[in-house]
């Protein structure tokens, strides 16, 4: 690794250029909580950041991007291991897998993010993971731009999700985020019909004020015993239905004031 942080260590790192490291740019474990500063994590051959162990790092307007071994699918940041990193104002692009992977009942908080052209997800949550990502723009990934699964519990507020190649969402496993005040936008990949969010496999989001709009199928498509609520939602301009449910007997999914349009 470029750093390594274990210990309860709690170094301050300002204006450094990490990368071309045989493993990760940093690894931080053992509680430490490390501030990160302007610094360029890059071209290291396994993930940008690796966050663990009930770590609590502070990571503020850094660029992460291009940390990859050919074949191998590692993300720019992955937090595992009830960690709770805070991710500040920092770019995230350029991997082959996510652009941020919490797992394993990770809870970081990640604040105007730029997430962006990673060849997986732009963010992926699950095993219970539950961090908060908050004004984040999401967008041009090459699958999904958020995935939620097995049991994750995030949230997501004021984010724009846009441009990515598939879903803009894709919620299932009994994930259960919340989703409020998101634009979720033009999710698509030419001649391929992706809906804007899917929900399924007993999943159970709260989805409110949200804008979903521009995608190749529904809006919403919500199927396969998933339930959840969806309120207050402006669902337009997608080229099918605004929401399809294959609950015919509503008895799950609880959807009101969501106005469907053009």
């Given at each position: ?55 609590a790092p502070v990571v503020e307007e850094c660029k992460i991007y291009n940390n990859k ?77 958020i995935l939620a699964c097995r049991d994750a519990k995030g949230t997501f507020q004021n ?104």
């Open positions: 690794d470029g750093i390594w942080e274990k210990e309860r260590a709690s170094g301050t790192y300002t204006n450094c250029n990490i990368h071309n490291n045989e493993q990760r740019g940093v690894e931080i474990q053992d509680s430490a909580s490390g501030t990160f500063k302007n610094c360029q994590i890059h071209d290291n051959k396994r993930s940008g950041i690796w966050i663990r162990e009930k770590a071994t050919e074949g191998e699918l590692y993300s720019g940041i992955l937090a595992d291991d009830d960690s709770t990193p805070q991710i500040n104002r920092c770019e995230i692009s350029g991997h082959l897998s996510e652009g941020i992977w919490e797992r394993k009942q990770a809870c970081g908080t990640y604040t105007n993010c730029n997430i962006h052209n990673n060849e997986q997800r732009g963010v992926a949550i699950q095993d219970t993971a539950s961090g908060t990502f908050s004004n984040c723009e999401i967008h041009n990934n090459t699958l999904q731009g984010c724009h999700v846009h441009d990515n190649k598939q879903n803009g969402l894709h919620i299932y496993e009994k994930a259960a985020i919340v989703v409020k005040g998101c634009k979720i936008r033009n999710n698509k990949t030419e001649g391929v019909n992706y809906p804007g969010v899917v929900v399924s496999n007993q999943a159970a989001p709260q989805i409110s004020n949200c804008e979903i709009s521009g995608h190749l199928s529904y809006g919403i498509w919500i199927n396969d015993n998933a339930r959840g609520s969806y309120t207050s939602c402006t669902i337009h301009g997608n080229s099918i239905n605004g929401i399809k449910t294959e609950d015919p007997w509503n008895r799950g999914p609880q959807i009101s004031d969501c106005p469907i349009c053009d």
